[in-house]
């Protein structure tokens, strides 16, 4: 029959809701007439209701926990916002015992006074501290309010409040830079250290 | 799309990957759904939605937020589920053109029916009858049948997933459906 192949075209527009107005005039009628497109028409459709009653099958119940687990690990800082943001008691608590402790607030007001932990070898010039080339430094190294810049070596951890770690050449550090630079990460710095403490109390 | 998922993806972007699990809660089924149609088992769909997640995370910057988020996600999702089946079957299929370029011609190659047994089939019968069925297309039909019924995507939004003409979209749905009307008649 001749009708056929246009006719299916039409259909499978149809089913794709990209049908205009005249084509689907133009198809009714047709189905109206012609009992084998009707036919066609019917299992054509009957596929489609096939098809989506299959779609319906889920992942399993802790897949969102799966994929949450193996994602690579993000950035620091949002870290311990969340933990800020979920632990408010907490939060206050150790602040309050921070303040009683350690006054952080009070440190953190001084505005701009250097300082270093250990001075005995660095340099201080041009508004840095400077670790001289050939030098090492023994345990660890505190600079605050001032940048840094390492050409020796610090056989430690460095913590650099308030100031740049400046990339020099050779620089060396055996244990870990960390650098707090805001109020937060100033709390959280000394939040880290006052668990510890407790901890190393406890023991 | 909703806006509290627009939000979360900004959350995202800036670093917050707490946000993310929203967004998987939102999405899972449907990727799950589209893994699921082009692999055929659920072990490897499940791994493989996991996989199109982790990807959408760590490339999350490149996602351009005037643009649908689904679209972006699903083509993820197929991308990473074709190379499996490439690799699983490097020189099956994949881009194999049926020959003759008549339709019809193309869906009689296909048309080759399995005798169906005679018992109503019970529902989950049914269901991995005709997933077999779907698996039998090659894959190309097949990403297209799983794109339109899964999340009833229109052939535009196919057709940006696939990075293939609209009018190639069309012609695959459209083959791919009669493929599967032979299959799925006498069901
Ligand atoms: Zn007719």
Redesign the interface.
Known sequence: MNCRKDMIYLMHKYLDEELTLQEEKHLRLHLQQCEDCQKYFHELTRTDTLIRSTSVMQPSSDFTQNVMANLPQEKRRWGYMRWFKAHPALTAAAIFFILMFGSIFSIWDQPGQLSVSNDQDVVIKDGKVIVPEGVTIEGDLVVKNVDLQIDGSVNGNVTLINGEHLMASAGNISGEIEQVNQVFEWMWYHMKKFSKSIIDWAN | MDLKIKQKIKQVKK????A??DI??CY??KV??IC??LIGN?HE??DL??EA??RA??NIQSYDDKRKFSTWLFRIATNVTIDRIRKKKPDFYLDAEVKGTDGLTMYSQLAEEQPLPEEELESLE??SY??QQ?MSLPTKYRTV?AL???DEL??AEISEILDIPIATV?TR??RG?EA??KK??D?
Not at chain 2, 15 to 18: A, L
């Open positions: 670093g917050d990957q707490s993310f699990e998987v809660a899972q089924d799950y759904q699921f149609r659920t769909a499940e939605a996991q997640f982790i995370y760590v049914l269901q005709i997933q779907i049948v339109r019924f899964v229109s052939l069309k749905v459209y459906r599967l009307r799925l008649r069901v």
